[in-house]
């Protein structure tokens, strides 16, 4: 599958979504419930959201702020 390139700020981003799509109810083919979308690419798109508000969309901002924030938490465990 052809992915949208990401910076590492947003790769962590990607990588709390996804977590959070595996606790809830991912169809086999990791598909969203709600909105049928593949959850490994809608994932990667910043300005997508979750259906059910379990992440949110996020600026270009915000995703720096996100991956500031997890750096601080992982240094300070
Ligand atoms: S986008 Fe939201 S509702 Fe859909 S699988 Fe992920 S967490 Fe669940």
């Known amino acids: ?8 700020e947003e ?3 990607q ?4 977590s959070l799509c595996e606790e809830c ?9 709600d909105c049928g979308c593949f959850m490994d690419l809608k994932t990667r798109i910043m300005g997508a959201k979750c259906p059910r508000g ?12 996100f991956a500031y924030s997890t750096a601080v938490a ?3 465990d």
Not at 25 to 33: F, H, N, V
């Open 74 to 76: 992982l240094e300070t």
């Open 25 to 33: 109810d991912l169809t086999p083919r990791r598909r969203c419930p």
């Open 1 to 8: 599958m052809g992915m949208i390139k990401l910076t590492p």
């Open 11 to 13: 790769a962590l981003v």
């Open 15 to 18: 990588r709390a979504r996804i």
């Open 54 to 65: 379990e992440w949110v969309a996020m600026s270009k901002t915000e995703v720096i702020e």
